[in-house]
């Protein structure tokens, strides 16, 4: 039951696949080097291996209480945030201006693999506390950056986004809630809000809520929304804390899974909050937020899919039943037997892919903001745009598929609760689901991100993919090799015939109705990109004498696992890309309930 | 939240796809007519709707209660399950001569699917009866028949399967409960046995107990198991229950789902038992209750998809966010977003490929014990071989997947335990799990019904599928055609790959290793049969001016949706079927690990 944090896995994959490197080549980071990789990622699988992951199940059990309009954490949860903010986890991409480490973002995400594997709900925490800090650090005024900034850098606060309200969930134009000036400055917050994450709790002295609101003269729908940013306690001028602020949780949910994470129903009764950014433009700040929160939340599906995939790895070395046809062995260990091996290497594989798309994401997003010229930015920024909504659902997908998995390796016993297999799977499966389902992932996807500079960002893609796979020959031939180049033909064929819909005046709806197909597609296909990626490096480590051979060899045959499991489907999600809008018109509501 | 017993889809799949008229036509059935499918459906309909359902989430929440070594049923289920058997229905396929209805088989799946969807927890306690009476009347003694058989048929008494050990589970070969003979022609069973579903209950006065346990000359491994049968209580000569026997409870598990269903760790201390058929045949004869067992859990897989299906449609015609790309409103029901129509079309054509898989193996059952001619008989059984890992694991798959697209269907809602969408989710995975995993499953398929007369059932499948594939054009041309050839082929180039592999004396790893990627590729190829014939049979209806069109006409969209979104994988499902034992080898526990 223990968690290992994959440190190997994870230096391998930011140095030599997502390209880590040319990060630390632009000088924007300037205390980091490659030593520190390693010595970062030691620290904090260290701290998740041993402080977080051993919380987790005390946390599911118990999870977090709500009594008389207030939260008190899960057990031993506000202790182990304490001693993470000491560490100086809160503050890893931050700047040093305001107390942070000024890192990359690539490598905080890797950290945070660790975090969210050891414990999801823990994890969801500090999470959104980076989320606020990125809107702060982007739109927040000077004094803002000094009252409120530097605090949830150090993790002395934590900050919550809230958005959600019953009726605006994915359509947050809808929403309703109000800020009225005071005239001071300050504005007047009310209304109710729901699925606020770690929106009260006991573990920090204050809670830095960013909220969504409209101002009183705004327009309606999305354009009339403003971000607001309202403390649980007032701040004095000396930076001290005040008289609580007129917002409360009125109560938590009942969830599936993440039980230590508490989300609240919050109530803003004239709360005190400040403008943050430009009135009206609140939807497009909290995308900030939401970016960087999406892409932290595939660094979830990664990380819940490792914790599932070890304990079926374990479970599978230990447990025996029936003879190997490999070893001939009669009471075998269940690894032993080629199904369960199967299911395991598919598991790893697409573990392994899904943790390059994000952490290449991450690199994107680094050297978006800090790579040498305007057109390596702007370069880099598509990638990061194209790859976020990928890393967010098709990750997540990939936890919930691993996780499910992870059950079934331990047949009877991973029903059973006590086991821990099952937690995996009932926590996992939020993830495909906040920060925007997987559907507006696919949407953003194929309606956004494919059709900015009439698809360049996908045509760029492509056309790296296409030099990888130039490479490949080096490693495979026959089958493992056609699979990519077919694979990446599907990707194109796909992507044009989208950008074709999307040119046509009738084509909305032949769009979305291939969006998840798309996305999948898209996921498939990159995914099996990263590992050939981390083949040939693999390759080339061996070829020059260095490395764990045994391991590096393991590398290369989990790229053909992932050929023969993964990359073989691509061409078929063509199919459902391309049904078209037409079908489902005809399967309509009465037909569906027919 | 209600449920409503999809009739209609049930009485056109048994009589227009799964062939039900054959089964009366063997005049084995001499009080079923058509009309009486219709009357029996409405019936089971009325009860799983007003009985059953409403007791669903109290079943969840409250789960039964184990104390003091018995088990007292959730809130309301004793009741339920009294009028439940006072209805007859433990008794639907049962002999007249032990007091039942003697109705088809096929028919009985389509009434309990009514009540797996409704109460799956609920479902489980009839269903192993069921079993033990497949058993009981296929070995059990004129005197075992005449005591316990009609109980069990009545519903006086409930049967339980009694198989696992903690280590002894997927093989059964390795159980170690005994069972020493008392010299009386009784025997004295000891052990300790897990996994007991309605193992003890408090909603009947007595529970037969089917027990695998080895008799002290027994040869090791699975040749030395026999079935013995031990009563909760005795039974005395007149029928009347005497003392209690030596076997309790002695817990019961705590699992992600059903907990309405008593998953009981059973002590048995010298208890009485009688043995049921021949000594050390008890696997063979274990295996008459198992297969109609996994039939009758495939049956669960679609029953408890149905009801999340229900669910998700309801959310999504009420739920409203954004605007309509079809209709224009600007806060539309979600259902007419594209990509959540997709979800409903592809959920709602998963569904009815697996129940009409599950009903089309019932029908074979029937077909294969009472169809006219020996050669019939056995060409039958041959098609019920092959199908019966098909149901069992394919539609349970179905399940887990459309239970986990009803949650996304709702969002954030979909994570909150109270909208009931997480329910089914967690009540759904035990399904892939028990009655032989669904890896065994396919072990089943690859390893023993495939080989059987030279791949002969697979051959004979392929032709039948060969000829709807000749009458579609009548329907479909291009894509929609184009597919279900290409799928056969698939189908075909799997089985003759199988079984050359089969056929070489290294072959072995090889056929394990794409055990559960040629299920997949059957159940979906299957399953793209079942609604090609459920659309050629609308058309026929439709043609003849009968029949409700925009419903007929449904059943023609239903088949294109399957094909774009599912039996467009069919070919790219080859690569996994193929992907060899050598590759898996080379993904060594060391690799796994490292």
């Known amino acids: 039951m223990t968690y290992r944090a994959p440190v190997r ?3 391998f994959t930011l140095t030599e696949v997502a390209g ?17 990789t390693g010595a970062v990622l030691e620290a904090a699988a260290q701290f998740s291996e041993g402080v977080l992951a051993p919380l987790n199940r005390v946390g599911d059990q118990k999870g977090s209480l709500y009594a008389n309009g207030a939260v008190t954490a899960a057990p031993g949860f506000a202790d182990a945030y304490r001693q993470f903010a000491e560490g100086g986890w809160t503050g890893l991409s931050a700047p040093t201006h305001a107390g942070g480490q000024q890192l990359p973002k690539a490598l905080e995400l890797a950290a945070y693999e660790t975090v969210h594997a050891a414990n999801m709900a823990f ?17 927040g005024t000077e004094a803002q950056k000094t009252t409120y900034l530097t605090k949830l850098v150090s993790g002395e606060w934590t900050g919550a986004m809230v958005l959600t309200e019953p009726q605006a969930g994915s359509d947050l134009g809808a929403l309703t809630a109000t800020a009225v000036p005071n005239g001071d400055g300050t504005y007047s917050l009310t209304g109710q809000k729901i699925f606020v994450t770690w929106g009260d709790h006991d573990a920090t002295d204050n809670i830095v809520h960013m909220v969504l609101a409209r101002l009183p003269d705004a327009p ?3 354009k009339g929304i403003s971000l607001f ?3 649980k306690y007032r701040v004095k001028p000396d930076g001290s804390l005040g008289e609580r602020n007129a917002f409360r949780p009125v109560g938590v949910e009942h969830k599936l899974g993440i039980h230590a994470s508490p989300t609240c129903v ?3 009764e004239g709360a005190t909050a400040e403008l943050v950014g430009q009135p009206n433009q609140g939807l497009a700040h909290m995308f900030v937020m939401m970016n960087a929160a999406r ?7 990664v990380g819940i899919a490792e914790r599932a995939y070890q304990q079926a790895l374990d479970y599978a070395r230990e447990r025996r039943q029936g003879r190997s046809v490999w070893t001939g062995e009669a009471n075998a260990p269940i690894i032993d037997h080629p199904d369960v091996r199967r299911a395991l290497s598919v598991m790893k594989a697409k573990i392994a892919a899904a943790r390059a798309l994000c952490l290449s994401t991450g690199v994107a997003a680094d050297l978006a903001k800090h790579a040498a010229t305007d057109e390596e930015r702007r370069r880099w920024k598509s990638r990061e745009d194209l790859f976020t909504p990928l890393a967010k659902a098709w990750s997540t997908d990939v936890g919930c598929d691993v996780a499910s998995m992870g059950v079934q390796v331990h047949g009877g016993m991973g029903f059973i ?13 939020i993830a495909p689901i906040y920060e925007g389902t997987n559907g507006i992932q696919a949407m953003d996807l194929v309606g956004r991100k494919l059709g900015q500079d009439g698809g360049q960002a996908a045509r760029d893609l492509i056309a790296d993919m296409k030099a990888t796979l130039a490479l490949l020959p080096r490693l495979y031939s026959g089958k493992p090799l056609e699979r990519f180049a077919t694979a990446i033909e599907a990707v194109q064929d796909a992507t044009f015939w989208l950008l074709d819909r999307k040119a046509a005046a009738d084509g909305a709806a032949d769009v979305l109705a291939g969006a998840d197909a798309y996305l999948t597609l898209m996921g498939d296909v990159v995914g099996g990109w990263m590992l050939a990626k981390g083949a040939l490096a693999a390759r080339a480590t061996l070829d020059a004498g260095e490395g764990d051979p045994a391991w590096l060899e393991g590398r290369i045959a989990l790229y053909e696992v992932y050929a023969a499991n993964v990359l073989g489907h691509a061409s078929s999600r063509l199919a459902a890309v391309g049904q078209g809008g037409d079908l489902l018109q005809r399967m309509s509501p009465d037909v569906l309930a027919g």
């Open 295 to 301: 892409l932290a939340v595939g660094v979830e599906g």
């Open 9 to 11: 896995d994870l230096i």
């Open 220 to 222: 309606p729908g999305p």
């Open 123 to 139: 994890g969801l925490c500090p999470m959104l506390s980076l989320a606020a800090i990125e809107a702060l650090e982007a739109v």
């Open 229 to 231: 940013l309202a403390s």
């Open 417 to 429: 609760e006590e086991t821990g297999a099952a937690q995996y799977y009932r926590d996992a499966r």
């Open 266 to 268: 919050m109530a803003y």
């Open 20 to 36: 880590l490197d040319a990060v630390a080549a632009t000088g924007a980071f300037p205390d980091f080097d490659a030593d520190l």
